[in-house]
């Protein structure tokens, strides 16, 4: 069985669980999330491991970056990402990769990147199983109205990490 080391990092949009295996983030994610368990079996059995709370070198550097990024100093994240979900799930958080830092696209614009403008919803659903938040933009997808929609750390950690962005 594989050890997922986790460890928690306070920023001024909420408190976040960082888990880290085999040299890479495989977990950056709201504590206070609504569906905390489900992700957490997901990547547990995914990665056929446990948690230990134990810092590692790559959730060491996960905080300095999250710690940056709110600073204002760091646009962009570097670290090697481990992704625990099915195909439509790795490639719709693929695709949020490629939204540009302090740009929003719709749920609709993500769909019909990926070729199937018809799978909103699924893409919708893809995006909240994201485990991977902040490292893999889910807050800038928004509603195609241009208003904010659900976010697993709430809209107004959204709110403050879109403000964050667009300083």
Same mark, same amino acid.
């Given at each position: 069985?594989?050890?997922?080391?986790?460890?928690?990092?306070?920023?001024?949009?909420? %408190? #976040?669980?960082?888990?880290?295996? %085999? %040299?890479?983030? =495989?977990? =950056? $994610?709201?504590?206070? &999330?609504?569906?905390?368990?489900?992700? $957490?079996?997901?990547?547990?059995?995914?990665?056929?491991?446990?948690?230990?709370?134990?810092?590692? $070198?790559? !959730?060491?550097?996960?905080?300095?970056?999250?710690?940056?990024?709110?600073?204002?100093? &760091?646009?962009?994240? %570097?670290?090697?990402?481990?992704?625990?979900?099915? $195909?439509?799930?790795?490639?719709?958080?693929?695709?949020?990769?490629?939204?540009?830092?302090?740009?929003?696209?719709?749920?609709?614009?993500?769909?019909?990147?990926?070729? !199937?403008?018809?799978?909103? &919803?699924?893409?919708?659903?893809?995006?909240?199983?994201?485990?991977?938040? #902040?490292?893999?933009? =889910?807050? &800038?997808?928004?509603?195609?109205?241009?208003? #904010?929609?659900?976010?697993?750390?709430?809209?107004?950690?959204?709110?403050?990490?879109?403000? !964050?962005?667009?300083?």
């Amino acid at each position: 069985m594989n050890t997922i080391a986790i460890t928690y990092h306070n920023t001024p949009a909420g %408190n #976040l669980i960082l888990g880290s295996l %085999n %040299n890479s983030l =495989c977990l =950056c $994610d709201w504590v206070e &999330r609504k569906n905390r368990d489900q992700i $957490d079996r997901r990547l547990k059995k995914y990665f056929n491991a446990e948690y230990q709370e134990i810092s590692s $070198d790559v !959730t060491t550097k996960a905080k300095q970056q999250i710690d940056e990024f709110f600073a204002g100093s &760091r646009t962009t994240f %570097n670290l090697p990402l481990s992704f625990a979900g099915t $195909d439509l799930q790795q490639k719709t958080w693929q695709a949020l990769t490629t939204i540009p830092y302090g740009q929003t696209a719709s749920y609709l614009q993500l769909a019909t990147s990926l070729g !199937t403008p018809k799978a909103v &919803r699924a893409i919708a659903n893809a995006n909240g199983a994201n485990a991977l938040s #902040l490292f893999v933009p =889910c807050h &800038r997808v928004i509603g195609s109205n241009g208003k #904010l929609t659900g976010y697993a750390g709430g809209l107004t950690a959204k709110q403050i990490i879109l403000n !964050t962005e667009q300083k």
